[in-house]
């Protein structure tokens, strides 16, 4: 072997095992009570599972397929594992568990379909009315996300005394990630029903598993969090199974979480990209593991009961290729996916944006030019229009000036807290969760007295991860809860960025709309308190390009309740920013009865004809004071809504001032004033006297105490960019 080869160290053989290598029984083994037909049906899975990926690895060199990962002498890793499940537990898998779908009757065409390409919605219409009695999440690409979310699925059943059990696989390269480990540790903290499945294959990718852990085993990794763990031959179905009906018997009896490290081999290449012959000595497949190829070894050990001869194993094969071939048969005839619907199933309902898209795209497919249009207006807004009702959530408006109604005053914070209470005790589906949100009540006092009123299993204080509490909040979402995770601030939200994007921002699309994400994140955003670093940032900018999120942002007492009981109570994920700045600022008139305010609609903070201010947040009142020192008629627009963003109304303000200035606290470069400056570009331009101007944040980091006040945008600011506006005439 060269130098530049790796070896993959040995690793210890004291795992749980029933079949020698030659597939015999070993002394004292206890076999699991399957019966005959059962024993033949695993054998006969791990067959077409094989049989199968080789037919998917012939279509992707045909050009058929795209990438195929096979799971080539791993078959037993995770059907043994998943056949100890019950129906309606819940799978959380990646691309290396197809014989735990076959076993649980997943249609073979649409894992053909999932390596084609379609979308999920054109697979399910294809393939007609199917289901599998065990629920199987979107399989997940981005690796050891699934484990946190997975946990979450598990809280959720554990606070529901629901007896399903949640099981996530991993590979052994996974156990590296961060979510791997926020999702063990949670797991554990909260004693969730979940069984979590290393699928230790010696390889991730081109690094051997000596370059994940210096640990002997990565069964180890959950002895840190408190979690029960084993090790099981995964090449040995029998030993895989055992070890899998015991550790979901144990979540199942409300025991917590299990760790099964199933000791495998990849034989082949990662996937179709790969070429393991530059890395891996091929000696180390043939001298150590293609002797205990799974199969083979099942396939012996079943001829030592007489349930296999050379006979019947050639008719399983020859049944099998003729099902591969009828399911390739199938797919192929599943018509291709409408382009149209990469517009589907980001959010309920349809914004300007989406329609406008829609049109644009509609155009180029039809061969005209999508971009001569420059005023907007033809396009039909009769369906963004009516959206409100669409998103689950029934508008209740209370307006305090124009009603009689019973009132108290509040400021901003004192409303986030009697809105979380007024909606927890409306809906039992409701949880938050966060570090620090319990008998302090946050650090902000935003949750005093819930943890009192609702019990701990409703406001739950959790690890001090980020990322581990948006993770399990996806997954709870995803089981029926409507989760509340509180982000302290802004500024800690990018670790647990991967989860806000590969779980709560795509689960929606990627199911075809079948996995809805209803949650509201909760973030203090914004300086103005003199607090330490990255407690002041202001990144709406990164959360709003996210497809399949709503970002809210509230200005005043009333708006935050009525917007926050919208949000908790939208079947989307919503982003709600909320105003530190302003936090105890001011104190108005707020309804006590419950209402709602719609998610979509920006609000006319003051009518004028000479310019427009758009504006959101804490900047509100710095633009009306700024307003009201200028001599010049100023309109102010508090979009609510920075996605998506009402469209009709700043285009409709601007074309009627025909000058416009943006008001924002973060930085200006790519912040969302320079895309409300490119929108009123493209469908105002005709109609401006003046250029755009940003009152903003620098584009620097955010300074120290002593000089954030010179860093913060202002209404001195703001008065200074209306004035050069007003000054300016093309």
Known sequence: MSEETWSESRQPRDFHQLLDEDGGLLDGANVPDLDDT????????????????????????????????????????????????????????????????LHWNVPMAKIILGTTGQEPETIAEGLGDWESPVNFAPDYTPVAVNVTNAAGSAMTDRFRNRDTVSMVFVGDGSTSEGSFHDGVNFAGVFDAPVVIVVQNNQWAISEPAKRQTAAETFAQKAEAYGVPHTRVDGNDVLAVYDAASDAVERARDGNGPTLIECVTYRMGNHNTSDNAALYRDEDELKAEWAERDPIDRFSTYLGHRNLLDDDRREEIQSEVDNEVADAVETARNVPDTDPMRMFDHHLHGTSWRETHQRTEFQRE??????????????????????????????????????????????????????????????????????????????????????????????????????????????????????????????????????????????????????????????????????????????????????????????????????????SIRCDDPVVFMEPKRIYRGFEERVPTDEYTLPLDEARLVRQGADVTVL????????????????????????????SPLDVDTILQSVKKTGRCVVVQ??????????????????????????????????????????????YLTDAERAKDAIEAVMSYEF
């Open 365 to 566: 497919r039809e061969g005209t030019n999508p971009f001569t249009d420059f005023t907007g207006d033809e396009f039909d807004t009769d369906q963004w229009d009516e959206q409100g009702p669409s998103l689950g959530v029934d508008v209740l408006p209370l307006d305090p000036d124009t009603e009689e109604v019973e009132t108290e005053e509040l400021n901003v914070v004192t409303a986030v807290n009697r809105t979380l209470h007024q909606e927890m005790d409306r809906d039992d589906a409701i949880r938050i969760l966060g570090y620090d949100i319990g008998p302090i009540g946050g650090v902000y006092r935003a949750t005093e007295g819930l943890l009192d009123a609702f019990g701990g299993e409703r406001v739950i204080d959790t690890p001090l991860s980020e990322n581990g509490i948006i993770g399990t909040a996806a997954g709870m979402a995803m089981r029926d809860d409507r989760p509340i995770p509180e982000i302290q601030f802004m500024g800690f939200f990018y670790p647990a960025f991967g989860q806000f994007m590969y779980a709560v921002a795509k689960m929606y699309e990627r199911s075809g709309g079948n996995v809805e994400m209803p949650m509201t994140i909760r973030m203090a955003y914004g300086g103005g308190i003199k607090a330490l670093e990255y407690h002041q940032e202001s990144t709406e900018t990164l959360e709003i390009h996210v497809p399949g999120v709503r970002v809210v942002c509230p200005s005043t007492p009333y708006q935050t309740k009525g917007l926050l009981a919208s």
């Open 665 to 710: 606290e973060a930085r200006r470069t790519l912040g969302l004033g320079a895309e409300l400056s490119a929108l009123i570009n493209e469908y105002a331009l005709d109609r401006l006297k003046a250029p755009v101007k940003r009152a903003t944040g620098y584009d620097v980091h955010f300074p120290d105490n002593d000089i954030e006040d010179d």
């Open 615 to 642: 504006t959101w947040g804490a900047m509100v009142r710095h633009a009306k004071s700024a307003a009201d020192e200028i001599d010049a008629d100023v309109e102010i627009i508090d979009l609510v809504s920075l």
């Open 38 to 101: 059962e024993l033949v049906d695993l054998y006969r899975t791990m067959v077409t599972t094989r049989t199968l990926e080789d037919k998917m690895l012939n279509m992707q060199r045909s050009g058929e397929a795209s990438l195929v990962a096979r799971s080539r002498g791993e078959e037993a890793t995770s059907l043994g594992t998943a056949a100890a499940l019950d129906e309606d537990d819940w799978v959380f898998y990646t691309y290396r568990q197809n014989a735990a779908l």
